[in-house]
């Protein structure tokens, strides 16, 4: 392997480990959740096809927890992100979420989905 070849693979390898830091969109919740009694926290995927769209919106929503488990066993939407898409991938996060057992038996949360940054869409 030449030189040259192996300088454009260096190249190429510290171009694209620099991509991740240039990241144009995640989903946010206002505060990430700091509560005592939270054992896993789950943030909504947000795809690509929809932040390039402009789809964002923020909403807020009632986990129902099992006391007995800690699992969310029910999400409630109480303010639409207004898209139908944004309030499901929520859902679908939060009932991934984990308490402790024998804790709260429900909590409310904001969560907002929106893109920010620099990003470049390669081809």
């Known amino acids: 392997m030449s030189i040259q070849t192996r300088l454009k693979i260096v190249f190429c390898a510290v171009a694209l480990s620099q991509l991740s830091f240039f990241s144009p969109c995640f989903a946010n919740v206002y505060t990430r959740p700091n509560w005592p009694d939270l054992i896993k926290w789950v943030d909504p995927e947000y795809p690509p096809s929809l932040y390039r769209t402009g789809v964002t919106g923020r909403g807020v929503f009632l986990l129902k927890i099992d006391p007995k488990t800690g699992d969310v066993t029910e999400v409630k939407v109480l303010k639409s992100t207004g898209y139908r898409i944004l309030n499901e991938l929520a859902a ?32």
Do not use: D, M, N, W
């Not at 679908?92 to 402790?100: D, H, I, R, S």
């Open 92 to 123: 679908k996060a939060f009932l991934q979420c984990k308490f402790k057992p024998g804790g709260r038996t429900q909590i409310k949360t904001p969560y907002e989905f929106f893109y920010h940054g620099y990003s470049r869409v390669l081809h």
